[in-house]
Every structure is written in structure tokens, then in C-alpha cells.
């Protein structure tokens, strides 16, 4: 039988690199890699169906699981993970001190569905008390005008969303004083250049996040792998050698990750924050698979749901192929 060659596309993370250069290897798969953009690849995943192997958002997919129409099928590895308390930026003139205050603001984002702001409206509510109707939303790109939902949502009542007025980002709205704040997975440009009239939410987003942990043990998620439902009706075994493969592409970066004599990663104090860490949320702290991340999804998908993106309670099996929920045994 000869290897299948198979699309890939997925970002350039320190865990998936070990499989784009060969250390790691997916069994019977000759994998031709794209390293991409999350914006990209799921524009193009979702859109277009563009590629046999992929990250996904899992709002996208789990909307789209619901729905009964998605054309991939995923796997229990996690290509993307975050706490979500640094995706709220607001300005510093409108009175924004705490959560609280966000009611009744108008807070740009680049689309509804989005994951992290899946997760920043849960948190929200559930710790703050601040639901989605109580903020106007305001939908456009961060830098280009025209940002338009991956898939189209039909939102509960009472929820309010607006376009940007055409020609004008939400980066721009925010800076001019349009906006009072921006959610989303990339802070918008202005933020990042400093400007001095936003700021995040949270002052220490990072306590803020670690508190949260200590109290729901979710580390969220934000991407799943897909795999192109036509391959695997076709080839079964792809989903667990998929799995294999990417399994062992982050054990080896998290090695490399452990060995701090020349630490692999551009930032300092990697190895202090490598052991806080582990003494917060223990040795295998980026985890794959769904028996350790049910309560992750629980919460999730009961969120996806109220906020009006699924159109019912989905049940965490339903989002992953039978064959990656369980493993032999010697």
C-alpha cells in the first residue's frame, strides 16, 4: 500500500514542528504541510473545504456539527489552547473598571462565532454577571474592512449586532474613540502599539485567569484537527494514526521544552514559568484527548448553545471520531 498524500495545514507551533520536519511521522501518510494563519486556514476549511487535514475552530465546527453538515471529522488533539482574560481591551475614558461596566457598551469584534469570544462571553456571565444582551456588538475586521462571519448564525432575541459602517476596522473605531472596547483572539493594532488610551479589562490578566483555573480546572480550547470526513469513510485507521503522530510530535517539543540549558523558546524566565506551570495544572498541562478535557468541553458546548451558535446541547462524543476515544492496552 502506498503512503497517502495528504494537505495539512496548521500553524507553525513549537508542537507541530517536530512532525513538519520529520522527527514525528503519521503511519501510512505523506503529509504535504502549509503553514498557515488560524484566519486562513479556517476561512478556507470552512468556506471552501480546502484542505484533506486541518485546524478548526471549534465554534466553527461544533456550529456546524450541530447543524448536521460538516465535511471534516475531528481528532482530540488540540493544536491551540488559551485562558481568554486578555481578549478584552477597552478605553481608559469610559468609566470601564471592572466587568461590570461593560454593560451597556458597544465592544467591536471581528465575528460573533468566534472561539475566544465564545469563551469571553461564558466567563462573563458566569463570573461577572454580564450577559450578551447586555453589551452592543459591533462586527468588522481588526485591520481590513469587510470582516464577514465564517457562517452564518442566527442569534437569541435581544441580542444586538452591528456592522461596522463600511470602510472603517474596529482597530481604527476603537483608537477614534467609536468604540469602548474590542474582543478577540489578536489584540487589535492600536492596542498593540501602545496607545495610551486602552488598556485590557483586567489589570493582571494572568491572576485573573490562574483564579479561574483553580476554581473550573479549564484550560480552554480553542482549535481541534480535523480530518476530511470523505478520507476517513474511506481509510478508518486514518484517525487514530493522525492522532498518533501528533501526539508524539508535542511529547517531543515538550521535552525539548523541559531541557532549559539552552532554552528553545524566545522568551526569558521560560523555566520558572514552565515550573509554575506544572505546580498549577500538573505535568501534562496542554493535554490531548477527551477523557481528560470532558469538563473543558461540558462547559463549552452548554455555552455554545445559550449563546445562540449551536442549535442544541451538543454531547463532547459527538464532536470526535469513535476510534480516537479509546486506546489498546498491553
Known amino acids: ?18 512532525l513538519v520536519r520529520g ?48 465535511p471534516y471529522v475531528a481528532i482530540p488533539v488540540f493544536p491551540s489552547r488559551a485562558f481568554r482574560h486578555t481578549c478584552i481591551v ?29 469563551w469571553a462571553r461564558a466567563i462573563l456571565e458566569e463570573e461577572y454577571g454580564v450577559n450578551q444582551r447586555d453589551i452592543t456588538w459591533v462586527r468588522g475586521g481588526y485591520e481590513s474592512p469587510g ?31 467609536e468604540l469602548d472596547g474590542v474582543m478577540g483572539p489578536r489584540a487589535p493594532s492600536c492596542f498593540e502599539r501602545g496607545d495610551p488610551a486602552i488598556r485590557w479589562l483586567f489589570d493582571d490578566p494572568t491572576a485573573e485567569a490562574t483564579a479561574w483555573f483553580r476554581k473550573t480546572r479549564i484550560f480552554p480550547v480553542m482549535h481541534v484537527l480535523g480530518i476530511r470526513r470523505t478520507l476517513v469513510d474511506k481509510h478508518p485507521w486514518l484517525p487514530t494514526a493522525v492522532m498518533k503522530g501528533f501526539q508524539k510530535s508535542k511529547d ?31 505535568e501534562d498541562f496542554f493535554s490531548y484527548g477527551l477523557a481528560p478535557n470532558r469538563h473543558v468541553f461540558d462547559y463549552f458546548l452548554r ?27 498491553v
Open 23 to 70: 522527527e514525528a511521522r503519521i503511519d501510512a501518510v505523506d503529509p504535504q504541510f502549509m503553514l498557515l494563519e488560524p484566519e486562513e486556514i479556517f476561512f478556507r476549511a470552512m468556506r471552501h473545504e480546502a484542505f484533506d487535514i486541518c485546524e478548526l475552530s471549534l465554534s466553527s465546527y461544533s456550529l456546524r456539527v450541530a447543524r448536521g453538515d460538516s
Open 303 to 329: 455555552h455554545h448553545h445559550a449563546q445562540g451558535l449551536s442549535n442544541r446541547v451538543l454531547a463532547a462524543e459527538e464532536l470526535f471520531h469513535p476510534s480516537t476515544l479509546e486506546a489498546h492496552k
Open 252 to 282: 517531543i517539543a515538550l521535552e525539548r521544552l523541559t531541557d532549559t540549558s539552552a532554552t528553545k523558546v524566545t522568551l526569558p524566565f521560560v523555566e520558572e514559568n514552565l515550573r509554575r506551570a506544572r505546580q498549577l495544572m500538573g
Open 90 to 118: 477597552v478605553r481608559n475614558d469610559r468609566g470601564i473598571r471592572t466587568p461590570a461596566d461593560l454593560r451597556g457598551k458597544r465592544i467591536g469584534m471581528p465575528e460573533y462565532q468566534l472561539t475566544a469570544n465564545v
Open 147 to 177: 470582516r464577514i462571519e465564517k457562517l452564518s448564525v442566527t442569534l437569541p432575541d435581544g441580542v444586538v449586532v452591528e456592522n461596522a459602517p463600511e470602510g472603517k476596522t474596529i482597530s481604527g473605531m476603537l483608537a477614534a474613540g
Open 1 to 18: 500500500m502506498s503512503n497517502l498524500s495528504l494537505s495539512v495545514a496548521i500553524g507553525p507551533y513549537d508542537r507541530m514542528m517536530p
